[in-house]
């Protein structure tokens, strides 16, 4: 094995299967978990493999790490179920840098090296766009949670699919009528200058205008960017609300700094907690942020509400009523986003089973199977709330949810149904032949 092929990271029962297997011998024959049983009749077959894309270097780090440990965490208890189609699912993990060109690079990887039957996982919508053309081309199977449009407005292919993760274009849309009636109807949007960013400024500009508002200022930021003080006296006198969302390895201080800029005056802040994630906001110098307004896909702190289902992915995900890791309360989960990977893994699991899935062969199918899926209610396979699925699209529509900062916490103040998420569909992928 060549140095460049030790970077993959394989995860498997294999050595689990072993040491209960020995610990059946000692207690008797046929003691194995009846999951595990299951598994043990199908290993001729091998393994399903499942390559996960990670971000674990460059701007989608931190993103990437919580990626990888929910990924962990749902493919252990898919085995635990048994695994798919009686064969335990093996996932294969190779950091993509968080950059498009090494994102097709893996895919090729996943296909020519590791052999994958599908892949999973990138989050940064120039990833995602730079890697699907790939993935069709190699005939590849593609569930990317990444929120932006670019599945939904038919600019991949059919190959890709988003069923875990909502949409950029859904979530505005949805939130507008609540930053109108409540917040401003002049919005100054501070935002990251690629696609992902783009998608904000284009559907929240358009969403704001149906509510009557209007976007007075569109500040573009660098996604590299490390200090943000010199944008902020872009920001008009007569803003009524400030739309921020920010990602990457700086957002700590770009939150400080527009903290620092304000001294705890100006506009309302109505942010997406991409500002925030994997931060505590209990943290130094966010003070300001009392009284503030952010977008959750899912509710970081642990609300009165709480289901059972969400309370069990907590606990499998290994993360506190706080959003932060039961092994370090200083370490802040990216919880807004996470639940994409383990509910996109739910997917594929369905969609084999549905399918039939063997090999290879059967990728087609799989996609048939996933677009063929509309209502997805909420349980253990869908801990983040009830979905449906449009499978023309490959898009998933679910409940979006805004939280106020009271006494240093995320709290729900409301949210959405998901008939306020839809759109009128612009492609019908299953038109598109394989």
Same mark, same amino acid.
């Given at each position: 094995m060549? !140095?460049? &092929?030790?970077? %993959?990271?394989?995860f498997t029962r294999r050595k689990a299967l072993g040491a209960l297997g020995a610990a059946a011998g000692v207690a008797g024959a046929g003691m194995l978990m009846p999951g595990i049983a299951r598994m043990a009749h199908a290993q001729s077959s091998g393994p399903i493999k499942l390559g996960f894309q990670v971000h674990r270097t460059g701007i989608g780090s931190a993103y990437g790490r919580w990626y990888e440990r929910v990924a962990t965490a749902a493919i252990s208890r898919i085995n635990d179920m048994g695994g798919i189609n009686g064969r335990e699912v093996e996932m294969?993990?190779?950091? &993509?840098? /968080?950059?498009?060109?090494?994102?097709?690079?893996? $895919?090729?990887?996943?296909?020519? $090296?590791?052999?994958?039957?599908?892949?999973?996982?990138?989050? =940064?919508?120039?990833?995602?766009?730079?890697?699907?053309?790939?993935?069709?081309?190699?005939?590849?199977?593609y569930f990317v949670v990444s929120e932006g449009h670019h599945v939904a407005s038919g600019a991949l292919n059919r190959y890709t699919l988003q069923p875990g993760i909502t949409d950029v274009k859904s979530q505005v849309i949805s939130m507008a009528p609540f930053v109108s009636e409540n917040l401003g109807k002049k919005v100054t949007m501070i935002y990251p200058d690629f696609a992902f960013g783009h998608d904000h400024r284009d559907f929240f500009t358009a969403a704001i205008a149906a509510q009557g508002g209007e976007v007075i200022q569109q500040i573009a930021v660098p996604p590299t960017e490390t200090s943000f003080t010199r944008y902020f006296p872009s920001i008009p006198r007569d803003t009524d609300v400030v739309?921020?969302?920010?990602?990457?390895?700086?957002? #700590? /201080?770009?939150?400080? !700094?527009?903290?620092?800029? =304000?001294?705890?005056?100006?506009?309302? $802040?109505?942010? =997406?907690?991409?500002?925030?994630?994997?931060?505590d906001i209990t943290?130094?110098? $966010?003070?300001?942020?009392?009284?503030?307004?952010?977008?959750?896909?899912?509710?970081?702190?642990?609300?009165?509400?709480? /289901?059972?289902?969400?309370?069990?992915?907590?606990?499998?995900?290994?993360?506190?009523?706080?959003?932060?890791?039961?092994?370090?309360?200083?370490d802040v989960s990216t919880y807004a986003h996470m639940f994409?990977?383990?509910? /996109? #893994?739910?997917?594929?699991?369905?969609?084999?089973? %549905?399918?039939?899935?063997?090999?290879?062969? &059967?990728r087609s199918g799989l996609i048939e199977a996933v677009e063929a899926m509309t209502d997805m209610p909420l349980s253990d396979d869908h801990p983040q709330g009830d979905k449906v699925f449009n499978g023309k699209t490959h898009q998933v529509f679910g409940k979006q949810n805004i939280s106020r900062v009271e006494s240093g916490k995320l709290v729900r103040v409301h949210q959405t149904s998901i008939e306020d998420t839809l759109y009128a569909d612009e492609v019908d992928y299953t038109t598109q032949s394989f």
């Amino acid at each position: 094995m060549t !140095e460049k &092929d030790q970077s %993959a990271t394989t995860f498997t029962r294999r050595k689990a299967l072993g040491a209960l297997g020995a610990a059946a011998g000692v207690a008797g024959a046929g003691m194995l978990m009846p999951g595990i049983a299951r598994m043990a009749h199908a290993q001729s077959s091998g393994p399903i493999k499942l390559g996960f894309q990670v971000h674990r270097t460059g701007i989608g780090s931190a993103y990437g790490r919580w990626y990888e440990r929910v990924a962990t965490a749902a493919i252990s208890r898919i085995n635990d179920m048994g695994g798919i189609n009686g064969r335990e699912v093996e996932m294969i993990a190779e950091d &993509d840098g /968080t950059d498009p060109r090494r994102g097709a690079e893996v $895919l090729e990887r996943f296909a020519s $090296l590791h052999n994958c039957d599908a892949v999973f996982g990138p989050l =940064f919508s120039h990833v995602v766009i730079g890697s699907a053309p790939r993935a069709g081309e190699l005939k590849m199977p593609y569930f990317v949670v990444s929120e932006g449009h670019h599945v939904a407005s038919g600019a991949l292919n059919r190959y890709t699919l988003q069923p875990g993760i909502t949409d950029v274009k859904s979530q505005v849309i949805s939130m507008a009528p609540f930053v109108s009636e409540n917040l401003g109807k002049k919005v100054t949007m501070i935002y990251p200058d690629f696609a992902f960013g783009h998608d904000h400024r284009d559907f929240f500009t358009a969403a704001i205008a149906a509510q009557g508002g209007e976007v007075i200022q569109q500040i573009a930021v660098p996604p590299t960017e490390t200090s943000f003080t010199r944008y902020f006296p872009s920001i008009p006198r007569d803003t009524d609300v400030v739309y921020h969302v920010m990602v990457g390895p700086a957002v #700590l /201080t770009f939150v400080r !700094e527009m903290g620092e800029f =304000f001294g705890g005056r100006g506009p309302q $802040l109505f942010g =997406f907690i991409d500002s925030l994630e994997a931060v505590d906001i209990t943290s130094p110098g $966010l003070e300001f942020l009392e009284g503030s307004y952010f977008w959750e896909g899912m509710c970081r702190y642990a609300q009165p509400d709480q /289901t059972s289902h969400e309370a069990a992915y907590r606990a499998a995900v290994g993360v506190d009523a706080n959003g932060a890791s039961l092994d370090d309360a200083r370490d802040v989960s990216t919880y807004a986003h996470m639940f994409g990977v383990w509910e /996109t #893994l739910a997917v594929i699991k369905a969609g084999m089973e %549905a399918s039939g899935y063997q090999g290879s062969n &059967d990728r087609s199918g799989l996609i048939e199977a996933v677009e063929a899926m509309t209502d997805m209610p909420l349980s253990d396979d869908h801990p983040q709330g009830d979905k449906v699925f449009n499978g023309k699209t490959h898009q998933v529509f679910g409940k979006q949810n805004i939280s106020r900062v009271e006494s240093g916490k995320l709290v729900r103040v409301h949210q959405t149904s998901i008939e306020d998420t839809l759109y009128a569909d612009e492609v019908d992928y299953t038109t598109q032949s394989f």
